[in-house]
């Protein structure tokens, strides 16, 4: 029979049991998923990772807390375990420097990553990402406290995106698995507890920081996310000196899903225009 995809390989990255994804030669590209509820990284970048791995050296991991990898007991969900984690599994990668892609909390932990770490990021690409200040949306209020069933999954999917076409009946059936998988729905409620801004104030990563990142970095968004507003990216292309932002108009928060084909070009031509 075979293997769900969303399960590959699994390494120990800062003593955590960690299910990745690995595809592709070349320039090492890791990519970190966002947040949902019944996400993974195979549920966020499926369809990123077989273009960019014409290319590159493709890892796309399983966060703590989500997905397949490994949930301690004693883990505390914050955002020095997740920095912690991702620089990890480059130790056991053996990796010096990585490009890092991370999709809205996951931009998040790349950001804290490359300002805490900037040795080991190469270049930098957020999308739909936390990290600037801002007030919690209506949205990421919503996901954040997702109570399982087919129709709350549904309803989120509509927040998800803007093409409602793309949040099919399906799709939420798939995620509803995915979220009342042993384990998950438990890691998930104790990771964003009400009151939700202070979680949202706890991935700001400062602009003293921000002005000193020396990273390439790209910023993408679509004009129309209902959970991470876009004014967030524009904060972030204000502040990060070497940065560049391309807004999608009629795109909600799934960039990488609305619009595949062009977020995957984007990608890659970026990465391509590398100096090093």
Not at 125 to 150: K, Q, R
Request: hydrophobic letters at 45%.
């Amino acid at each position: 029979m075979k293997q769900r995809p969303e399960i590959g390989r699994t390494i120990v990255a800062h003593g955590i049991f960690t299910n990745y994804l690995d595809a592709g030669d070349g320039v090492p590209v890791v990519l970190v998923h966002g947040s949902g509820p019944g996400v993974s990284a195979y549920s966020n970048w499926r369809l990123t990772i077989p273009a960019l791995a014409e290319h590159y050296r493709v890892f796309a991991l399983d966060m703590v807390g989500f997905g397949f990898t490994e949930r301690p007991d004693e883990v505390e969900y914050s955002m020095t375990t997740w920095v912690n984690q991702l620089i990890g599994f480059l130790d056991a990668h053996g990796l010096e420097r990585a490009h890092l892609v991370g999709n809205s909390f996951g931009g998040g932990v790349a950001l804290r990553t490359a300002a805490l770490h900037p040795e080991r990021v190469h270049d930098l690409v957020l999308m739909g990402s936390v990290g600037a200040p801002f007030t919690l949306t209506h949205g990421l209020d919503a996901i954040w406290g997702y109570e399982p069933s087919v129709a709350a999954m549904r309803r989120l999917l509509d927040i998800f995106a803007f093409n409602k076409n793309i949040a099919m009946d399906e799709l939420a059936e798939l995620r509803y698995r995915a979220s009342i998988e042993p384990g998950v729905q438990e890691a998930f409620s104790a990771m964003f507890p009400a009151p939700r801004q202070q979680w949202v104030d706890a991935m700001v990563t400062s602009d003293e920081l921000l002005r000193t990142l020396p990273h390439r970095t790209l910023i993408v968004h679509g004009r129309e996310d209902d959970v991470i507003p876009v004014a967030c990216s524009h904060h972030l292309f204000s502040t990060i000196q070497n940065a560049q932002l391309h807004v999608f108009g009629h795109c909600g928060h799934w960039t990488q899903i609305e619009y595949a084909q062009e977020f995957n070009g984007l990608l890659a031509n970026f990465l391509s225009r590398t100096n090093s």
